[in-house]
């Protein structure tokens, strides 16, 4: 990552729930000081929501009512929209290996009225991005307010498999962490099986960890315990397209972002 703050690359490539995806992305670029590019790949039926940076850092009072679009660069955060067509996924991903973007914030439809999958649009991005990825469930809890723009990142899991899967789950925590006015009062590391792995802890964090063992299933365990503890925010590392919950129960990686009561970044490896 980059000093100058992160640089957030938001694809909107589906007409629904576009609202909090654009949120997280432009609060995490704008708290941060850093680069928000929104790569617009909807078809015309699909385009029916305006995407408003200036309406909304208006609202949470970062500009004043009125403001003009060059008034954007003067809270220090630079915003790019590009409008393409033609193959959605090759589209973005001709946009991020061109700009080596940080963070992809991806937006994961309503679980009544869609069915995630890995093989979709979001699934191949994350797979072929190699940085962080955070899903934005439409429904859940939140971290970023839209009304305000606060953000409120108390509690966070991260399930454990071992070293490895911990190391890079809090590197990519404490790389969030370092462009953002905050800091994270509770982590929860869950793992399932009998025994908790023994863990050389971060530095940073020992004082915030707390160990969960779960003797259910890794997916159960995942949407259980941040329902129960309040989680704002899973960490879920990954090594290629296997992930920790592939680890455990194989195809079941959809199923917890089908599930997500509250946004998940996905980190790989």
């Known amino acids: 990552m980059q000093s100058s703050g992160l640089r957030v690359i938001h694809p909107v490539y589906y007409a629904n729930d576009l609202v909090y995806p654009f949120i997280y992305a432009l609060k995490l670029a704008q708290a941060s000081g850093g680069e928000l590019e929104i790569v617009d790949v909807r078809t015309k039926p699909e385009a029916t929501e305006y995407i408003g940076v200036r309406s909304v850092l208006e609202q949470w009072k970062v500009l004043p009512a009125g403001s003009f679009r060059s008034d954007v660069a003067q809270t220090g955060l630079r915003v790019k929209k590009v409008v ?3 193959n959605k996924r090759k589209v973005i991903e001709r946009r991020f290996e061109k700009h080596q973007h940080d963070l992809m914030v991806l937006g994961v439809p309503d679980n009544q009225t869609n069915r995630f999958s890995f ?9 072929s991005f190699g940085n962080m990825t955070l899903f934005v469930p439409s ?3 939140a971290f970023v307010d839209e009304h305000t723009g606060e953000i409120s990142l108390r509690t966070v899991l991260i399930p454990v498999a071992d070293q490895i899967f911990y190391d890079a789950a809090v590197g990519a925590l404490a790389d969030l962490l370092r462009y953002l006015p905050i800091s994270v009062e509770n982590i929860i590391m869950l793992h399932t099986g009998n025994d908790f792995p023994p863990l050389q802890q971060n530095k940073q964090f020992k004082h915030q960890c707390r ?3 779960a003797r259910k299933p890794l997916v159960d365990a995942i949407v259980n ?8 925010l899973i960490v879920m590392a990954t090594k290629g397209r296997s992930s920790i919950v592939q680890k455990f129960t194989g195809s079941n990686t959809e199923q917890v ?3 997500l009561p ?6 790989s490896m």
């Open 257 to 259: 972002v089908r599930k």
């Open 211 to 213: 160990e969960f063992l």
């Open 84 to 86: 393409r067509e033609g």
């Open 225 to 232: 315990t941040s329902e129960l503890q309040d989680v704002d």
């Open 139 to 141: 429904l859940g809890r």
């Open 262 to 267: 509250c946004p998940l970044l996905y980190v």
């Open 119 to 127: 093989n979709g649009v979001a699934g191949h991005l994350a797979h």
